[in-house]
């Protein structure tokens, strides 16, 4: 079972940075595409980004593209959501998560997720 811990949440001004790391126990990390979703307060959670299990191809929604950028480095067994220029509107919990798919897409089911850390935009 892959445990999943994210970490690089906190306190931005509009306009800002942050990134978000997600780190995994399991070895095997290059066997996960990995996801990172987001919840706002009274809010479902969301899809933000996802990326296949060699790092190749990416998939953003559509809030987000051209100001988040997800990756993943197999060798330290992490993965990360680099944010850029963010808004109010980014405030949430965001949270990483690994699924087995091959592909990744809309309906791609995610197993194992981590914790949480929050992200709080001020304007």
């Known amino acids: 079972q892959v445990q999943l811990v994210e970490s690089g949440g906190g306190l931005v001004q509009a306009g800002g940075s942050l990134t978000l790391s997600c780190a995994a126990s399991e070895r095997t990390f290059s066997n996960y595409a990995m996801g990172w979703f987001r919840q706002a307060p009274g809010k479902d959670r969301e899809f933000v980004a996802a990326?296949?299990?060699?790092?190749?191809?990416?998939l953003y929604a559509d809030s987000v593209k051209r100001r988040f950028t997800i990756s993943r480095d197999n060798t330290k067994n992490t993965a990360y959501l680099q944010m850029n220029n963010l808004k109010p509107e980014d405030t949430a919990v965001y949270y990483c998560?690994?699924?087995?798919?091959?592909?990744?897409?809309?309906?791609?089911?995610?197993?194992?997720w981590g914790q949480g850390t929050q992200v709080t935009v001020s304007s």
């Open positions: 990326i296949t299990r060699n790092g190749f191809n990416t």
């Open positions: 998560a690994a699924s087995v798919a091959v592909v990744i897409g809309p309906k791609t089911v995610y197993a194992y």
